[in-house]
């Protein structure tokens, strides 16, 4: 893209020269809700999309409160996307408030929920973490790019072929987790994280998960659960004990001292990392996240 501040030093003879169709390819303005979304977004959207993330990396969704700056990126944007699923509860207000005449598009439209179990703490009946089966990221990738190409139609070429080279990556990194869970016995596969949100996962790559806190991480867990699930790890010797990136890390620690647990390290279930960590696309995110429960159910 040329900017502003290039295009207004070339002579004018040159800006008049530039055709009018590279000139009209400004780049669409883009709200995702949260980080991992945002680089699904990004990736399909293409290089020179202007996509702006409201929750940021190491951020938490589910408790977010919107500031005054993301009222106006929701004001100004053409399409704003979201999870959906009850996963941004603010969601709603922020864009009553804001006064859009953007377009909301719920991504996970077409994906079939996943109820949360029994240990659904209060609110959610339904699991919002739908990222974390591949198989449904296929479906969010493809309506992303039909929202794209119906807003940006005179790109939509471009984004049609981004989501088809995005679906190859998904498939080999599908074949990928199923390939290295191949190499743990059924009984080996089990995961104690701290949030409730590995349910999607668990359920395409066959990993038993449990958690003390729910599927919101509003709800505190009980006594009772964290009693109940440190009897669970001593009886069953799991050895794969988990911290979500987003979660307080106090409360797994307790578990991990108590029922003689290790903790494996951290898990990136509701947003990317910073930069400088491992999680910071979403691809990044399932293989660092696989590599780290492989290497945990392995002690089971
Ligand atoms: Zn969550």
């Given at each position: ?47 020179t ?115 088809a ?7 080999r ?6 390939a ?48 109940r ?30 029922a ?41």
């Amino acid at each position: 893209m040329i900017s502003r501040r290039l295009l207004l030093s070339l002579p004018a003879v040159a800006l008049f020269a530039t055709p009018l169709a590279a000139r009209a390819a400004e780049p669409l303005p883009i709200v995702a809700s949260f980080s991992i979304l945002g680089d699904l977004v990004s990736q399909i959207a293409g290089p020179t999309a202007a996509v702006k993330v409201l929750v940021g990396p190491d951020g938490d969704a589910h408790v977010y409160q919107p500031s005054p700056a993301d009222a106006k990126a929701v004001a100004g944007a053409k399409l704003i996307f979201l999870n959906g699923l009850g996963f941004e509860g603010w969601m709603n207000r922020l864009l009553k408030s804001s006064g859009t005449k953007g377009k909301a598009i719920t991504v996970t439209q077409g994906v079939t929920p996943r109820a949360a179990g029994k240990d659904g703490h209060g609110h959610g009946a339904i699991d919002p973490h739908a990222w974390q089966d591949v198989g449904n990221v296929r479906a969010m990738v493809n309506n992303i790019a039909a929202a794209l190409a119906d807003a940006d139609p005179a790109q939509a070429e471009g984004y049609n072929a981004r989501a088809a080279a995005y679906r190859a990556e998904l498939d080999r990194l599908d074949a990928e987790i199923k390939a290295q869970m191949g190499a743990l016995t059924p009984a080996q596969r089990r995961v104690i994280t701290s949030h409730d949100a590995f349910g999607y996962y668990g359920r395409a790559y066959d990993v038993s998960f449990h958690a003390p806190q729910g599927m919101n991480t509003d709800s505190e867990a009980s006594a009772k659960d964290v009693a109940r699930l440190i009897s669970q790890i001593r009886k069953e010797k799991i050895k794969a004990v988990f911290v979500e990136n987003i979660s307080d890390p106090r409360l797994t620690q307790q578990l991990a001292t108590e029922a003689g647990a290790v903790i494996g390290g951290a898990l990136y279930s509701d947003a990317l990392s910073p930069a400088s960590g491992p999680a910071t696309t979403y691809l990044t995110m399932m293989r660092h996240n696989t590599k780290m429960l492989v290497a945990g159910m392995a002690q089971n």
